[in-house]
């Protein structure tokens, strides 16, 4: 009603919806008062849904270009490397800036940016597989009746899954559908 009030006009609302002028003043005060506080008890403003401004609007721009230009060319970018680039970047340009988590996840936010696990398609063995075991099988125990061992305990195991030091993230960032 009160958003109706604004739009057209108090009497208009009066007519409409059969209420005393009294009652629509006072609703339009009370929601002129919410808009401003928002129930805050401090009596201070609120910021409203996107905060305060940037502080720096270069480095928002470097890190949303980098981010595009990640994308573009099918490469995963973890929220991480994007902090960590940006950072650089903002010594380079003389700006003592952390981003940090709370950074990053709202420049997230102010982005439309969400984390999503990467994903991969059914894996397919080559087309000659049979033939390539067989080989594999072949030239396996030639090497072995070649550098003569006998000795089973020198024969090991290596089908263990190898853990490397460096890693490929399993998050990446993009841009949210909306």
Same mark, same amino acid.
């Given at each position: ?67 595009? *230009?990640?994308?573009?060319?099918? *490469? ?40 999503r696990t990467k994903t991969s398609g059914k ?13 594999f099988q072949t030239d396996y125990v030639r ?31 993009? *841009? *949210?559908?909306?």
């Amino acid at each position: 009603m009160v958003r109706h009030a604004e739009q057209f006009s108090v009497s208009d609302v009066l007519q409409k919806w059969n209420v005393s002028k009294s009652l629509v003043s006072r609703w339009g005060k009370q929601y002129r008062i919410s808009k401003q506080t928002l129930g805050d008890s401090s009596g201070r403003k609120r910021l409203g849904p996107n905060g305060r401004p940037v502080q720096h609007p270069e480095i928002e721009t470097f890190a949303i270009n980098l981010f595009d *230009k990640f994308r573009s060319e099918g *490469k995963a970018i973890p929220m991480t490397v994007l902090r960590e680039k940006t950072k650089t970047f903002a010594k380079t340009i003389g700006i003592d800036i952390e981003c940090s988590v709370g950074w990053g996840s709202k420049f997230m936010k102010r982005n439309n940016l969400s984390t999503r696990t990467k994903t991969s398609g059914k894996q397919q063995p080559p087309a000659n597989y049979e033939e390539a075991i067989l080989n594999f099988q072949t030239d396996y125990v030639r090497t072995i009746i070649a550098a003569n061992i006998e000795d089973p305990e020198r024969i090991i195991n290596v089908d263990e899954t190898p853990i490397c030091f460096d890693m490929p993230y399993k998050t990446t960032l993009e *841009k *949210k559908e909306r």
